[in-house]
């Protein structure tokens, strides 16, 4: 069978066309505040070849700042601590090829150093991921993961909602959470500590998590997606990585500046939340003193001190035996900890695309 003969008439105008949101059936309010950027968001992304070479010039060269990309790429506040080409890299706007050939003409242009290296490091990460979705197929999307684990996995919608809205109670993951269903996009640190705190701290089936992200992201990739989430709930038989968000939130954000973009005052307002009354106690408050308990009464921090009051049930979860208990867990206090540091700075986590 033939294909139709093309319509008559600009085919690239009839092409281009895409229904409006108020035609999708979205409330004009609804569909009105989902063509304006959320001023918090790290940048305003606009798709296309374009726009994503224009990026390129910016971040690597007019701003120069491929050359200290490793020592800044932690960063979870403002457009500069990462490439952020992981949206136009998500949706074929640009090549890992190209984004690759711009970085060995930086390297000939200016400098060649460990910085420009680990970029090239991490788009190798979207090739493994790749890899692994073609080689593991459906076991990417399933309970158990590559491994098989049977372990069972906690049902606690309550517990799961809060994790979407960010309001957990933990500083880092909220504000994470909300920056995330603001703008579509959250830094790499971010991405790790959100999906260490679900499946470890909350117990909370891993893939609910992948939907949540797969749902919001704009760099949304069904590889990198899925296969990140289930490598970190431990389900790849790599290295399991536990992270301890308030250490995290010590090491990453030591002043606060992120938390306090996405979680206080007008930010609260922007994003439909009533902000807190004079003299009121905000959650950075609520942190500090939690924080001064864990002080008092040992290192467990704020589930210790939950459990001490017979706190939220499955809080604290234990991976059972089933291949989710064995791996590094960041923040276990004192000379452990930094007898521990070392070993697992040898092998660097794997980047979360949303560089």
Known sequence: KKLPPLPEGDVGEAL??????????????????AQVDDPRGVMPFEGGEKAAL??????MFDDDKLQEYFEIRNG?????????????????????????????????????????????????????????????GSKIFIP?????????WRKDPAA??????????????????????????????????????????????????????????????????????????????????????????????????????????????????SAPAAGAATPVDEEAKREARAERFGTGGYQNDQRAKGGAKGAGYAPGKGGRGKGSRDGAGGDELDRKKGRWRKAEEPHWQGA
Not at 144 to 152: F, I, L, Q
Not at 175 to 202: C, H, K, P
């Open 160 to 273: 799961l909602a809060k994790w979407k809205d960010g309001r957990t109670g933990d500083q880092l993951v909220d504000a994470n959470m909300r920056e995330l269903q603001a703008t579509g996009f959250m830094s790499n640190r971010g991405r790790q500590n959100v999906a260490s705190y679900l499946i470890f701290d909350l117990g909370v089936d891993w893939r609910y998590g992948a939907a949540h992200f797969e749902e919001h992201l704009l760099d949304y990739d069904p590889a990198s997606n899925w296969g990140n989430w289930v490598a970190a709930a431990g389900l790849t038989g790599q290295r399991i990585n536990k992270f301890n968000t308030r250490k995290q939130l010590n090491d990453y954000d030591p002043q606060r500046k992120y938390v306090r973009h996405w979680l206080e005052g007008s930010q609260d307002r922007a994003a439909g939340r």
């Open 144 to 152: 158990g993961g590559v491994t098989g684990d049977k372990t069972p």
């Open 54 to 59: 224009a990026r390129v010039q910016k971040w």
């Open 16 to 33: 281009r066309f895409l229904p409006t949101l108020q035609e999708l059936g979205y409330p004009e309010a609804e569909a009105t505040a």
């Open 76 to 136: 979870m506040l403002g457009e500069g601590y990462s490439s952020k080409l992981s949206p136009w890299l998500a949706l074929g706007c640009i090549s890992p090829r190209r984004v690759w050939e711009e970085a060995q003409r930086y390297e000939a242009e200016r400098v060649k150093n460990k910085s420009t290296y680990w970029l090239v490091f991490e788009l190798t990460w979207r090739d493994f991921y790749v890899y692994m979705a073609k080689g593991q």
